[in-house]
């Protein structure tokens, strides 16, 4: 299975992703969580991503092109499919995409696109801890969903921390970016019949036996 979903930053992708890679055994491929990883690590790529992450803006397509071109060419990609969250995020990354898979013969089977309010948005990414444990990530808000001890997480003790772009002033910039640039795949995908809209509920749950009706 290939899909692919989109939303705004903050809207709640990655808790689908979650259980969507889990249920399906299909790859979560995020390129966010790459670039983090790079940023860790040091790397040349992650020195040149940060500087646009940090003010909420995108890096520049080259480079997170490449990054998941390689990473869906990898043995687990070609044989389970993928899950991408966080790509594409422009037109002409979409317009990648579809080149390359079309090369490789294969094609994207649906497009999720979650859609909540800007304020809720707003509210939530401040809110957001998310658990250091790079194989837990497991994701908290301090308003609905907070952990029982603060600043630690329930399921394996790990640090909890902030992401240094959710901050009042970066998220109103990722919003805007989110508009202005990726919003306008929604059109792109639907034209090719492959979106399927879902409301972000206010608990969790709800929002995924909403996703898993499109998914049957
Ligand atoms: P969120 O979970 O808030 O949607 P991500 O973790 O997907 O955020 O991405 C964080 C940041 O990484 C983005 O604000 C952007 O700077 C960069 N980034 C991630 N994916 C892409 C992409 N496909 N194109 C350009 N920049 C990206
Ligand atoms: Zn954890």
Redesign the pocket.
């Known amino acids: 299975m290939r899909l692919i979903i989109l939303g705004a930053?903050?809207s709640g992708?990655?808790s689908q992703c979650k259980w969507i890679t889990r249920d399906y055994d299909v790859p979560h491929i995020?390129?966010?969580?790459i670039?983090?990883k790079n940023i860790a690590d040091g790397t040349e790529l992650g020195m040149e991503?940060k500087s646009?992450?940090d003010k909420?803006?995108?890096?520049p397509?080259e480079l997170?092109v490449n990054i998941?071109k390689a990473r869906i060419s990898e043995p687990d990609c070609k044989e389970k499919g993928f899950l991408l969250?966080?790509?594409?995020?422009?037109i002409a990354?979409a317009q990648t995409l579809d080149a390359f898979l079309t090369a490789e013969g294969v094609s994207i089977d649906k497009v999720i696109n979650l859609e909540v309010p800007d304020e809720e948005i707003m509210s939530r990414a401040i809110n957001r801890r998310t658990c250091e444990n790079p194989d837990c990530k497991e994701i908290y808000n301090l308003r609905d969903n907070p952990p029982k001890v603060e600043g630690v997480c329930d399921k394996c003790g790990s640090k909890l921390f902030q992401r240094k772009?959710d901050n009042e002033e970066t998220v109103k910039n990722?919003l805007e970016?989110y508009h202005a640039q990726t919003e306008p795949l929604i059109a792109y995908y639907s034209e090719k019949g492959l979106v399927a809209t879902v409301i972000g509920q206010e608990r969790l749950e709800d929002t995924i036996a909403l996703v898993k009706e499109i998914l049957k």
């Open positions: 930053p903050g992708k990655g995020s390129t966010g969580d670039l983090r991503a646009y992450m909420g803006a995108l890096v397509d997170v998941l969250d966080g790509f594409p995020r422009t990354q772009d990722r970016v």
